[in-house]
């Protein structure tokens, strides 16, 4: 059987080409649309200890296997405020994530700063984007492998909404620091400002 050939902008062209051209592209948009996304989920927060720590025990150092894991004292502080019940003091929470810090227990200060800035507590805001921000950054104050501006500006927004005036003053400041250096044809910075508008 003989296809007969239409007439197409571009040319010629046969029915069963057409018809095999219609196909590829449904192939196509099913595989797009079934292929596993490229978002990049958030870092999921280490799971508690099977056996909780009491808020007020220290790890052990001595590295056995009994040793806590990083997180483990806060761990524990957060499970004993959720099974309490009551509604969490953001400003105790922050007293106790500031002490941790001073200690160096930077994993525990960390996860404490992230839940009293999830219940409303603007310092805690304004410490996790201290840690973030390239400014700020240092390996003393942040679990951090590096800056993470992103995440600065996210936590600056939540300490500003609260009203820390602090977090506004940062907040500018990175602002201005990532227009320079998008203006000097820095791609990341180009990228960023997308987020600071």
Same mark, same amino acid.
């Given at each position: 059987?003989?296809?007969?050939?239409?007439?197409?902008?571009?040319?010629?062209?046969?029915?069963?080409?057409?018809?095999?051209?219609?196909?590829?592209?449904?192939?196509?948009?099913?595989?797009?649309?079934?292929?596993?996304?490229?978002?990049?989920?958030?870092?999921?927060?280490?799971?508690?200890?099977?056996?909780?720590?009491?808020?007020?025990?220290?790890?052990?150092?001595?590295?056995?296997?009994?040793?806590?894991?990083?997180?483990?004292?806060?761990?524990?502080?957060?499970?004993?405020?959720?099974?309490?019940?009551?509604?969490?003091?953001?400003?105790?929470?922050?007293?106790?994530?500031?002490?941790?810090?001073?200690?160096?227990?930077? /994993?525990? +200060?960390?996860?404490? &700063? @992230?839940? =009293?800035?999830?219940? #409303?507590?603007?310092? !805690? *805001?304004?410490? $996790?984007?201290?840690?973030?921000?390239?400014?700020?950054?240092?390996?003393?104050?942040?679990?951090?492998?590096?800056?993470?501006? /992103?995440? +600065?500006?996210?936590? &600056? @927004?939540? =300490?500003?909404?609260? #009203?820390?005036?602090? !977090? *506004?003053?940062? $907040?500018?400041?990175?602002?201005?620091?990532?227009?320079?250096?998008?203006?000097?044809?820095?791609?990341?910075?180009?990228?960023?400002?997308?987020?600071?508008?």
């Amino acid at each position: 059987m003989d296809e007969e050939p239409t007439y197409r902008k571009g040319g010629l062209v046969s029915l069963r080409t057409e018809l095999l051209i219609a196909v590829v592209a449904v192939i196509t948009l099913i595989a797009i649309w079934l292929a596993p996304g490229e978002k990049e989920a958030p870092p999921s927060l280490p799971q508690p200890p099977t056996t909780p720590l009491d808020a007020n025990q220290a790890s052990p150092a001595d590295g056995s296997a009994a040793a806590a894991r990083s997180g483990d004292r806060a761990r524990a502080i957060i499970a004993g405020l959720r099974a309490g019940g009551a509604e969490p003091d953001p400003d105790e929470i922050f007293a106790d994530a500031e002490q941790l810090q001073r200690e160096g227990n930077q /994993e525990d +200060a960390y996860l404490l &700063y @992230r839940y =009293a800035a999830n219940h #409303g507590e603007a310092r !805690a *805001a304004l410490a $996790l984007g201290t840690q973030a921000d390239p400014a700020y950054h240092s390996a003393a104050n942040s679990i951090l492998p590096g800056p993470e501006p /992103e995440q +600065a500006i996210k936590w &600056y @927004r939540m =300490a500003v909404a609260d #009203g820390n005036k602090e !977090a *506004a003053a940062r $907040l500018k400041a990175l602002r201005k620091r990532t227009e320079q250096a998008a203006a000097a044809g820095d791609e990341q910075a180009q990228r960023l400002m997308l987020q600071l508008q």
